[in-house]
């Protein structure tokens, strides 16, 4: 699906790997023929475990303002815990697609007027063999199945790319069982 | 070739292709994965160069200029504090007219401690004797290291390329990273017109007498003063040679082509924002939505702060009703310098003519978020509103 604009803001833990994804998509994203693309961390005092968040902008023109997201298209929340501690869904646009690792089913959240996908991509992370905790490839997939924005093989060359000789077949392989694995709600 | 990297990356990468050959460095926020990076690219046996750890920017920039003195390429980058532990050396490396390339990765200065972003680091060590020069974005900080390399050793003048902390250091974009014999074929491999050698021993930098003096060849030899206005000197002149380095680089790659200051919409503005880095950028989108409504807003982003091109900015400048400079440092008791630099360039131009009028806005301190709310009210309030208080700063994103 083609975008003049999007905005998705990337929300995840200390060493979870949320930059990471981001930019895995950000990559991809280049490669789809978006010349506009800036990734831009939001930095605190940040360590393991602690609450990040990460902007991607993409755009059919140079992005211009590095400011962090204020009202994202998309969120990506790499643990569902989150969402009980932060605003995530701060500024998401009605209609805005939010992205879920969870174990919860779709059943479990009421968030009016969004798109709601959730995947266990913990457990099906470690299904593809990765150890438990490496979430940011099978992100991706889930990511993949509700935006319907990218190429899915295109995703699939920049993971294994990313994770060259640090278990990119499991990555990539989490990313495709998470893709099959992500149950995506209607408005 | 276009790769998605972070802007720590694209400045190894530009001083890997400039084919240093030697790089002493102290890890300090934002600047760490610069250094991080250029000691893989070194460990990995891709750049022919000695990787010096040090335990303090002092040393960083004093194994520079020795290395530099005995003829080699050297580079360093930091930070802040960092760049404040330098500052004896870095009077020095001006000084003994070392052609040393430095990036500072723009951070707050403690107290208190800050890690985040402005200008104050290196706009306070602007009158050090360097060339400084403040860029966008990541395709201007690979393409800025390699150009200050070639103007550094034309005018045997030091060199700071300053970009953002996080704002672009941390940050991924794309840019291109150029082959390494187009690199090859703009940047030669550096020839010091003088160097330490020990088969022809030299004092370099002693104790220099007030007046002139002859020395032990016999030779008239210049006291303090003439080097120092040689210094100024040659400043003005690297003007032009920043300029004619800008226009072969813009004829090998295609990119760039000021090296003075890029300008965004201002032929019939009205109103020009001025600023510097990334946030300048960022005015753009700014100045759209003035013009969307029906206010000729134009922006200025200047790259080159010193030497600083004052006939060609106040040029530029003159001819608008207002001139809006938003900065993200501060003459402490006074006004931001680059506020005041621009005062003083549209002062001498043109005695006669009528001159717009300057307001400086301070913003973005320690990292304070610049939202483009903030900087659109801002803008327009400026450009709206009579002028009560020109002397008086505005300060955008204040809480207090």
């Known amino acids: 699906m083609e975008h003049e604009h999007l905005e998705i803001r990337w929300h995840g833990r200390g060493g979870q790997g949320a930059i990471t994804a981001a930019k895995i998509v950000a990559k991809a994203t280049f490669e789809s023929g978006y010349p506009g693309v800036a990734m831009v961390p939001t930095f605190g005092t940040e360590r393991r475990g602690a609450p990040v968040f990460t902007s991607l902008k993409v755009s059919k023109t140079k992005i211009y303002d590095l400011s962090p997201i204020s009202r994202p298209d998309i969120i990506v929340v790499l643990d569902h815990l989150l969402l009980e501690e932060t605003d995530i869904l701060h500024g998401l646009k009605p209609g805005g697609i939010l992205v879920i690792n969870t174990p919860k089913p779709l059943e479990a959240y009421n968030f009016d007027g969004t798109r709601l996908a959730v995947a266990d991509v913990t457990a099906v992370s470690c299904r593809a063999g990765l150890p438990e905790g490496m979430v940011n490839a099978g992100i991706i997939g889930s990511f993949a199945r509700a935006t319907d924005f990218l190429d899915f093989a295109l995703l699939i060359r920049n993971i294994e790319e990313e994770f060259q000789g640090r278990r990119a077949s499991e990555n990539a392989q989490a990313a495709r069982l998470c893709y099959e694995n992500t149950t995506v709600m209607g408005y | ?400």
């Open chain 2, 1 to 400: 070739m276009h790769i998605i990297e972070s802007g720590n990356v694209a400045a190894a990468l530009g001083v890997k292709l400039s084919r240093a050959q030697v790089i002493a460095a102290y890890p300090i926020t934002p600047q760490t994965p610069l250094t991080e990076k250029l000691s893989e690219i070194v460990e990995a046996g891709e750049l022919d160069a000695q990787y010096i750890p040090v335990e303090s920017e002092h040393s960083a920039l004093a194994v520079c200029i020795a290395a530099s003195s005995a003829g080699a390429r050297a580079f360093t980058a930091t930070s802040a504090n960092g760049l404040l532990y330098m500052h004896e050396q870095i009077h020095w490396a001006a000084g003994a007219r070392l052609p040393i390339v430095m990036c500072v990765v723009n951070r707050g200065v403690g107290a208190p401690w800050t890690v985040w972003n402005d200008h104050q680091d290196s706009i306070s060590q602007r009158d050090t004797g360097w060339i400084q020069i403040y860029v966008n974005d990541h395709q201007q900080i690979i393409d800025t290291v390699i150009k200050s390399f070639r103007l550094a050793e034309e005018v045997m003048i030091p060199i700071m390329v300053c970009y953002d902390g996080y704002l672009l250091s941390h940050t991924y974009m794309p840019f291109d990273v150029p082959e390494q014999d187009r690199v090859d074929a703009f940047l030669p491999p550096y020839k010091a017109p003088y160097a330490l050698d020990p088969e022809n021993p030299a004092n370099l930098n002693t104790v220099t007498l007030p007046d002139i003096r002859f020395d032990a060849q016999g030779r008239l030899a210049h006291g303090y003063m003439e080097i120092r206005y040689l210094l100024q000197e040659d400043m003005r002149k690297a003007l032009d040679a920043a300029s004619s380095i800008e226009r072969q680089f813009f004829e090998m790659f295609g990119r760039g082509g000021d090296a003075f200051f890029e300008l965004y919409c201002c032929e019939d503005a009205d109103y020009i924002a001025v600023s510097m880095g990334s946030l300048s950028y960022h005015l753009r989108d700014v100045a759209d939505l003035l013009r969307a409504s029906g206010i000729r807003v134009g922006v200025m982003s200047v790259h080159l702060y010193r030497p600083f091109p004052a006939s060609m900015i106040a040029q530029a400048l003159v001819h608008a009703r207002r001139i809006i400079v938003f900065e993200k440092a501060l003459s402490y008791g006074y006004e931001g310098a680059l506020c005041s630099d621009i005062k003083s360039a549209l002062f001498h131009h043109g005695h006669n003519q009528a001159r717009p009028e300057v307001l400086g806005h301070v913003l973005g301190l320690g990292g304070r978020e610049i939202r483009t709310e903030d900087l659109h009210e801002a803008l327009k309030h400026s450009c709206t509103t009579p002028v009560a208080h020109p002397d008086e700063i505005g300060w955008i994103g204040l809480k207090i």
